[in-house]
């Protein structure tokens, strides 16, 4: 079996102290809980599994300072495809004057590590997640919601349109879900338009979850809602961002019924 990057494992960089790779564990170890797939199938159970034992051998590693600069040595005797990510920084010349220490990984602009070894795990794990996200709530929403059915929309993974009765419009909201990598400012702007667009008339009201596996701050997310809400008023959308890791939500106070019922569900795991 080859050598793994246990440092785009974890999706850290190389010089991440001790605190920052446990962080980094308990971050990517809750996405494969067992609580977290045991109402899917066996196969992503099985996927989950697999996931969370490599990251549980990568911390055991990488957290240990002894095993960690003996895999530091294995990678670097591996070849340039494994050892560049973790390559050593050049000695600095002699009489050159100390530098003051980098801030914590965590505190830095460009926090998220780079390169190819951690693009293909973070999509790796987005896939994992957004797939897993998706067949969850797609159970809730045939335990709570039997006068909805599926409908088709262009950029988002669910959507849902109350049924019709005879000559009669179905009661309640239209719903959309979209999974993205992040729930940030730009994601709420990009989700709020296409759902404006889907909407039929300015009366229909449309409820959207974006949902992702990881959330920026609430203010900012706060402020960008407010910002869609100002340039969209005449028309019905309430977006409700949920963190996909534990089902944290922020729940506008006007969030339609459904949409409590659903998240409640979610939570609960029944």
């Known amino acids: ?13 190389p010089a991440a102290p001790v605190d920052e790779v446990k962080r980094a564990f308990r971050t990517q170890i809750a996405l494969y ?11 992503f159970q099985a996927m989950a599994a697999d996931r969370a034992a490599a990251l549980t ?27 560049s990510p973790v390559a050593a920084p050049a000695a600095a010349p002699p009489d050159t004057p100390p530098t003051a220490p980098p801030p914590p990984f965590s505190e830095r602009a460009d926090a ?10 973070r999509k790796s794990r987005d896939e994992f997640v957004r797939k897993a996200t998706m067949s969850r709530f797609r159970s809730a929403l045939e335990a709570v919601a039997g006068d909805y059915e599926q409908a088709e929309v262009a950029g988002f993974d669910v959507a849902c349109l109350p049924k019709s009765k005879l000559f009669m419009r179905g009661k309640g909201p239209r719903l959309l879900v979209r999974f993205v990598p992040r729930v940030d400012a730009h994601a709420v702007a ?41 340039r969209s008023r005449g028309t019905k959308v309430t977006l409700i961002p949920v963190d996909a890791r534990d089902w944290d939500a922020h729940m506008p106070t006007d969030a339609p019924d459904i949409a409590k019922t659903l998240l409640a569900r979610l939570r609960s795991g029944t």
């Open 190 to 230: 990009e989700a709020w338009t296409r759902a404006g667009q889907w909407n039929a008339r300015a009366s229909d009201e449309t409820c959207v979850f974006l949902m992702g596996s990881s959330v920026a701050p609430p203010k900012e997310l706060a402020v960008a809602i407010h910002e869609q809400r100002r």
């Open 1 to 13: 079996m080859g050598l793994k990057n246990y440092y785009a494992l974890l999706e850290i960089q």
């Open 112 to 121: 998220a590590p780079t390169g190819p070894q951690f693009g293909h795990e």
């Open 33 to 43: 809980h067992p609580d977290k797939v045991q109402h899917l199938g066996k196969e």
């Open 57 to 83: 051998e990568a911390y055991r590693v990488l957290s240990d300072a002894g095993r960690r600069a003996e895999y530091d040595r294995a990678v670097a005797a591996a070849g340039p495809e494994l050892a």
